[in-house]
């Protein structure tokens, strides 16, 4: 069993619709997390980075974080076809062991 | 555009041959990390050298190798090539040892035929 898992998509919404985006993990030791967004024949991104339970807010991202339900979300609200991309969500580990999702390619349709 | 440098672009070679991929990382970053990205596999972590040292290793193949130089550059090296080594190898950059922030650059892309 992978040790992140996240929802694999793919995903086509129309512009102006809701993202939403899942992770689930099984180690009680990931304490930061983190999305990353790629575009198509870039490198990964930061998009958000969070260390505690509840949500974050960035413009139209919020990161949702349960620690106890080990699960966490993305949601970009008003999404636009700038916002077609891949979304990693990363995990850190209290010992600085890092794990990626498999990714989950969003494409907003104009 | 994340600072990250990495070359070559793109490299098509044939099986049993050997390859180097070259990275120079963002100005202050002192470590560099090394991924494999495939269809199948997702964002898969190879290794991480901090300052010129390894610093964690995750699931490289023997037949691959890396080291960072004192200017921080680093290189990935990848010999006795087969078919499923092709991928996209990124490597990434960060100021500290902790797996922190990451500036990826943007890949090299290897088709191995």
């Known amino acids: 069993q992978k040790e992140v898992e996240q929802d694999p998509g793919p995903l086509s919404v129309p512009e102006g619709a809701i993202v939403s985006l899942n992770c689930t993990y099984s180690?009680?030791?990931?304490?930061?997390f983190m999305w990353y967004r790629q575009y198509s024949r870039k490198g990964p991104e930061l998009l958000m980075y969070?260390?505690?339970?509840g949500n974050k807010e960035d413009g139209r991202f919020t990161a949702q974080v349960d620690k106890s339900s080990k699960y966490i979300s993305l949601f970009i609200r008003d999404s636009q076809p700038s916002d077609s991309a891949t979304y990693l969500c990363?995990?850190?580990?209290?010992?600085?062991?890092?794990?990626f999702g498999a990714g989950t390619t969003v494409t907003v349709r104009a | 555009d994340s600072g990250v440098t990495q070359t070559p672009k793109h490299l098509i070679t044939a099986t049993g041959q050997r390859v180097t991929l070259r990275c120079s990382p963002r100005?202050?970053?002192?470590?560099v990390y090394w991924y494999q990205q495939s269809l199948d596999q997702g964002l898969q972590f190879l290794i991480q050298?901090?300052?010129?040292?390894?610093?964690a290793k995750g699931n490289i193949l023997e037949r691959f190798s890396a080291q960072q130089f004192p200017d921080l550059h680093s290189e990935l090296n990848l010999s006795s090539l087969e078919l499923g080594d092709s991928a996209l190898y990124f490597c990434?950059?960060?100021?500290?040892?902790?797996?922190?922030?990451?500036?990826f650059g943007e890949g090299s892309r290897l088709t191995v035929l």
């Open positions: 990434a950059s960060s100021v500290g040892q902790g797996f922190g922030e990451l500036f």
């Open positions: 180690n009680s030791a990931f304490q930061y």
């Open positions: 969070t260390y505690s339970s």
């Open positions: 990363a995990l850190i580990r209290n010992d600085y062991k890092l794990s």
């Open positions: 100005s202050g970053d002192l470590s």
């Open positions: 050298y901090y300052n010129g040292e390894e610093r």
